[in-house]
C-alpha cells in the first residue's frame, strides 16, 4: 500500500496496525489499547462493534444482497424516516459514500439550472472529486488561491470553482456579483468540522438562503459530518434555515458505507 495505508488521511504517528474495535478502544497488533476519540471523523456515534447495530446488519445479509434491479424495502423505510427528520428532505436518493453524494448534488444542481460554477468555502471539505476537492487545510501562503488535495486535479474542473471565507456574506455578494448568471450551486458544511467547528455567525445561514433564492441558485447544505450530531434533523433543523439539497453519510449507519442525497421533489425528480 502507498505510504502503508489506503488514504493519506490515515496516515499518522505512530503508524497503527490495528486488530480489533469496540465501544470506545481500538487495540493494535501488539496489544496496546487506545481510546479512539479520532472515531473514523465521526460516524462511529454508537461506538466501534455496537452490538444491536451489527446484529441488524447481520439479519439482513441474510436475507438480501446486491441487486441490480428494482429497490426494496428496506431503502423505502429509510427514505420514510429521512423525509420524516430532515427538513428539506422531500425525497431521497442513495449513495455509497459522502463523495458520491455530493458529486450527485453539484451534478443535479448544474443540470437543473444549466449554469457552471460553484461556491465553496475555504475549509469546508466535501470528498475526493476534482470539482470540491480543494481549499480545505490550505496553508497560508496558498489562501486566496485554489489549493486542490491532489495531483492531477484537472485545471480546466478546478476553474469552475470558486472560493469564498467562511462567515463573509460581504465575499459571497462579491462573488455572485462579478458572476452573475454562472453560479449554479453554493455547497458547504453548516458547520465546518475539518478545520476546528467553526460556527456560522448570527445571520450568516440565512443570508445566504436569502442570496440563493433570490439569484435563482441552488443551495446545498453537506451534513455528512453534522447529520444526525447536531440533531437527528441535522444542523438545519438546530438553525430553522432549509437548503434547497442536503447530503448525508455513514453516520446514519454507525458507520456503514451509505449515503444520501435529499432535497426539494422538484430538483429530486
Not at 446488519?57 to 430532515?86: F, N, P, W, Y
Not at 458520491?100 to 437543473?112: D, G, H, I, N, P
Not at 480546466?156 to 448568471?181: A, K, M, Y
Not at 446545498?220 to 437548503?243: A, M, N, S
Amino acid at each position: 500500500m502507498p505510504g502503508g495505508v489506503n488514504t493519506s488521511l490515515r496516515r499518522c504517528w505512530p503508524q497503527l496496525v490495528l486488530v480489533r474495535s469496540k465501544g470506545a478502544v481500538i487495540t493494535d497488533a501488539d496489544g496496546n489499547d487506545y481510546i479512539d476519540y479520532h472515531a473514523a471523523f465521526g460516524p462511529i456515534v454508537l461506538g466501534h462493534n455496537h452490538d444491536a447495530v451489527n446484529a441488524r446488519v447481520r439479519s439482513v445479509m441474510e436475507e438480501i444482497d446486491l441487486l441490480g434491479t428494482g429497490t426494496t424495502e428496506l431503502e423505502i423505510q429509510l427514505a420514510q424516516k429521512i423525509c420524516q427528520h430532515v427538513p428539506s428532505a422531500e425525497k431521497v436518493l442513495f449513495a455509497n459514500s459522502g463523495s458520491e453524494a455530493t458529486y450527485a448534488a453539484v451534478r443535479l444542481a448544474r443540470a437543473a439550472t444549466g449554469r457552471k460554477k460553484l461556491i465553496k468555502f475555504q475549509g469546508c471539505y466535501h470528498g475526493g472529486h476534482d470539482s470540491l476537492a480543494m481549499n480545505v487545510i490550505t496553508p497560508p501562503e496558498k489562501l486566496g488561491k485554489r489549493d486542490p488535495l491532489s495531483a492531477g486535479s484537472l485545471t480546466e474542473v478546478l476553474e469552475q470553482t470558486l472560493v469564498c471565507s467562511f462567515n463573509d456574506l460581504d465575499d459571497v455578494e462579491d462573488t455572485v456579483r462579478e458572476h452573475r448568471g454562472e453560479i449554479a450551486a453554493i455547497i458547504l458544511e453548516p458547520i465546518p468540522h475539518n478545520i476546528g467547528c467553526v460556527l456560522p455567525e448570527p445571520g450568516f445561514l440565512e443570508g445566504l438562503r436569502e442570496i440563493t433564492r433570490r439569484l435563482g441558485i441552488v443551495l446545498i447544505f453537506d451534513e455528512v459530518i453534522t447529520g444526525f450530531r447536531h440533531g437527528l434533523g441535522g444542523y438545519q433543523k438546530v438553525c430553522g434555515v432549509t437548503p434547497d439539497l442536503t447530503t448525508l453519510g455513514k453516520a446514519m449507519a454507525n458507520g456503514y458505507p451509505i449515503a444520501a442525497l435529499c432535497g426539494k421533489a422538484e430538483l429530486m425528480d
